[in-house]
C-alpha cells in the first residue's frame, strides 16, 4: 500500500471532542472516523486491524466447532417478548423503530433470542447436538453516555458464540474448550499475560459466569487479583462468601482497573424454558436444550491493544494485529533511491509481506513521526546513504536501535518474523 | 464440512409465508432464515456464497484503485440536513430512533453524506484527488412491502463505492473504469452475458445514470434492449427523445424483465457543493470536488444467480459462488466405504478443493436429493460398487451424467476446475 495512495492522512492536532486516549490516537493516525458520539467509521488502516482480530476469533472458534453464519440487526418485537426482554424497563439499550404498517421493530443489542429461534428450526432430536453457532455482529446499545472511544460504543462488531447442548456434562465439555480457544485468542492478539478469567455474575442457572479481563487503565471495570493463583474475581462479587469458597483471603488481593474484553455464560435450560426449544432425547423425552453464550467483543479489543501498548510517540500494534509489517519510507526524490525503494516494496509485496510503502514527498522527520504514530512494528528506510552502502536501515517500532542491515539480514527480519 | 456437524437441514416443505422462488429455495437448502418480512439471517452455506460474492467485487474494486472502509450504521440527523435528504418526504426509507437525550438519529440506507463528511477530513488540495473510497455495508431501509425474498429487503448487503476527482476529465476515466470492472464482477459470478449496462434516470448533473441489468423474470425491472448495437435503455427513460439520442429504433427493441445488480451515478458537484466539500487546485482556488457512486447489491446478486440458476431440482451455483466445490456422498455404512470416504475427504481438503461431506447415515437418496437441492457443482460417491470398481462416480450438477473415474481423472476434474 503506497502512502501516495492512501486517502487518510495523520494529524498531529488532538480530536477536539474526544477524551479517551484509544480514540484520539486512532483518529490523529486516520485509523477511525468519529460520526457520532460512540460511533465511529474504521478507515482502511483501522478496518485491516479489525479484520486481522476477526481472522484470530474465527480461526479458533472454528478449531473448536463453531459454524459461523450472520443474523440481522432488524429484529421483531414478538420475539424478545418471549423472554421478557423487549421491555425497555428489562433492556435499556434499545434502539426502537416502526415499519411504514406501525410494526415496532429493534435493532440488535444482542442477538440471543434470534439466534434460539433459528436453532430451534434445526434442532429435533438428540442427534441434532450439540450445535455451535456464532458470527461478528455490529451491535447497536443506546448507551447513555460513550466516553471511551472504541472500547464502548453505541454500534460495535462483537463475535457472539451460542452452544447447544444436551445436558449440563455436554455444555460443560464445550464451555471448557472455549476458555481455552479465548485464551489462545488473546495469547495471539498480544494481551494474553494481563488477561485473566474472571469470576462474574451469574444468572438464574449458576451463581457464577467467566470475564476475560485485561489490565488496562483505560477500563471501567475493578477486578481483584490473586497472581499466585491465578484466580481473579469481578468487584461485584468479591464478597466474603466468594472469596472463602474460591479459597483465597482478600489481603492477598490486587485490585486491579480492567478491560472486559470477553465473557462466557451458561443459561442452563431457562432461556430454551421460555422459548420452548426443546429435543426429543434417546428415551422419546422432550427435554430443554441447555444453551452458553460466548462474547469477544471485537472493536473494544482493538480499543484495549491501542491504549495498553501505545506509548508517547503513538499507537503500538502487536505483529498479529498490525495493519502493515513494515513501514517503508523513502527519503529525498533521488532517482535511484525512489527506484532502490519501489524495488524493495516489490520485493517484500512479492514475498507475502504487507508494507505500508511512504512514497510521498515530504521531509523525513513527517515520514518517521508517522511510522511511529502509526505504530508499524517495523520501519525500513531507503536513502542515498543506505544506497551507498549498500544496506538499508531497519528499526523495530519499540525496543530497538537502527540496524543497517543487508537485504538478506532484512528479509530474515522482516519475512514470517515471529512476534 | 461435515454434514452431521452442520447444523442446518434441508426441507421439501416450501415455507408457508415465502412467495419468491430464490427466499423458497435457499431456506429449503437451509442457506438463511427468514427473521421478518424482507430480513433473513444468513446461515454458514449462504454466509459463504455472500463471502465469495464479496472476495470477487473486493478483488476488482482494490484492482482499480478502491480503499475499503466501513462507515457506521447510526446516522445522526444533522448531517443528513445538509443535503435535505433527512426529510421523511424526500427520503422515505429512513429508520429513525432516538438517544436517551432525545436526539434523533438515523440508520444507514445509503451513505453518500457520511462518506462525504469523511473524505472533508482529508481532501483539502488537488494533490489529495482522486480518491475511491468503498465498503460493504449492511442497508437498513423500510420499504413499503418486501416480496422479493433477498433480492429486496428492509436489510442487505451492499457494496457502496465513491470517487472524488478534481474534475469531470478525472472523474470520467474512474467511471469508465468501473464499467469495466463491473463487467468483469459480473462476468466472473456468471451472469456476465445476461448483464447489460443500462441507460437510466439521471441526476441534476446529468442526463443518464447507467444501471447493471441481469435478464430475469423475478426482476422488478423493464428494459428496452437492442441486442446487435448491445444497448440497453430503462423503460423509465426510453422516451422517442432518448432512442433518437442513442441512434436505435424502437421496433428494433425487446422488452425483457430485468434486476439492477449495479448501478452508477456521476453526481457532479451538486453534493459537494451541498456539503461544502472542495479542495484547493494548482492556482489556489477554490473548486468543488467530482462525485460518483458505484452500488452492487451483494444479496441481491446472490438472489438474482439463485433465481436465474435454479432448475426443478433446486439451486445451482456458479464454481466461483458455491459454497463448497463438491458434495462427497458415502452410501451405507460399510466399513470399508467410510474409510475411503474419509479419505478422499482429506485428500480432496489437503488439496484445496472445499468439500461438503455427507457422511450422515441416511439413504442414499436423500443424499443425492440434497446435494441437487443445495446446488454444490460436483457430486461424488463412495459405495460398495464403486470401492469394488476401484473407482469413484462422478456428476457435474447440471450438463452431464454419472462417470466412473479413477482417483486421477476426478482429481482431475475437482482441482482447480475452471468453469
Known amino acids: 500500500m503506497r502512502r501516495s495512495k492512501l486517502f487518510t492522512k495523520t494529524t498531529k492536532n488532538l480530536p477536539a471532542d474526544e477524551t479517551s486516549r484509544n480514540a484520539q490516537l486512532l483518529i490523529q493516525a486516520g485509523f477511525i472516523h468519529k460520526e457520532m458520539a460512540g460511533v465511529y467509521a474504521y478507515l482502511p488502516l483501522g478496518l485491516r486491524v479489525i479484520e486481522r482480530i476477526k481472522a484470530i476469533v474465527r480461526e479458533e472458534m472454528n478449531a473448536i466447532g463453531g459454524e459461523e453464519l450472520i443474523m440481522s440487526s432488524l429484529q421483531p418485537k414478538e420475539l424478545w417478548e418471549t423472554t421478557g426482554r423487549w421491555d425497555d424497563e428489562v433492556v435499556d439499550v434499545w434502539f426502537k423503530s416502526a415499519l411504514k404498517n406501525g410494526t415496532e421493530v429493534g435493532f440488535g443489542w444482542s442477538h440471543e433470542e434470534a439466534i434460539v429461534e433459528t436453532m430451534k428450526q434445526y434442532v429435533s432430536s438428540y442427534k441434532d447436538l450439540p450445535a455451535y453457532a456464532y458470527q461478528f455482529q455490529t451491535k447497536l446499545r443506546n448507551e447513555l453516555r460513550a466516553k471511551s472511544g472504541i472500547m464502548r460504543g453505541r454500534e460495535f462488531v ?103 474484553v470477553g465473557n462466557i455464560f451458561n443459561f442452563g435450560t431457562q432461556k430454551s424454558e421460555d422459548m420452548d426449544f426443546a429435543f426429543t432425547n ?37 505483529l498479529a494485529l ?36 511512504d512514497d510521498r514527498d515530504v521531509r523525513p522527520g513527517q515520514k518517521f513521526a508517522d511510522a511511529e504514530l502509526m505504530g508499524i512494528p517495523y520501519r525500513v528506510v531507503v536513502s542515498e546513504k543506505t544506497l551507498a552502502a549498500g544496506r538499508f536501515e531497519f528499526q523495530p517500532r519499540v525496543g530497538g536501535e537502527p540496524q543497517q542491515l543487508t537485504e538478506d539480514a532484512l528479509l530474515q527480519n522482516v519475512v514470517s518474523p515471529s512476534q
Open 282 to 318: 434417546e428415551q422419546g423425552e422432550k427435554q430443554f436444550v441447555h444453551l452458553g453464550s460466548y462474547g469477544i467483543g471485537i472493536t473494544r479489543l482493538m480499543g484495549v491493544v491501542a491504549e495498553k501498548f501505545a506509548d508517547d510517540k503513538g499507537l503500538v500494534w502487536p
Open 322 to 357: 498490525a495493519p502493515c509489517t513494515v513501514y517503508l519510507a523513502s527519503l529525498g526524490t533521488d532517482a535511484k533511491v525512489v527506484a532502490e525503494a519501489d524495488r524493495l516494496y516489490d520485493l517484500l509485496t512479492d514475498r507475502g509481506v504487507s508494507v505500508l510503502y
Open 158 to 260: 462483537m463475535k457472539d458464540m451460542y452452544s447447544c447442548s444436551t445436558d449440563a456434562d455436554q455444555h460443560e465439555a464445550f464451555y471448557q474448550a472455549t476458555i481455552e480457544a479465548y485464551n489462545r485468542v488473546f495469547e495471539r492478539v498480544g494481551i494474553g499475560s494481563d488477561t485473566y478469567v474472571t469470576f462474574a455474575s451469574g444468572g438464574a442457572f449458576t451463581q457464577f459466569s467467566h470475564e476475560f479481563q485485561t489490565i488496562c487503565d483505560a477500563g471501567e471495570d475493578i477486578i481483584y487479583l490473586h497472581r499466585g493463583k491465578n484466580i481473579a474475581v469481578n468487584e461485584e462479587v468479591s464478597d466474603d462468601a466468594t472469596l472463602a469458597k474460591l479459597g483465597i483471603a482478600r489481603d492477598e488481593l490486587e485490585k486491579v482497573k480492567t478491560a472486559e
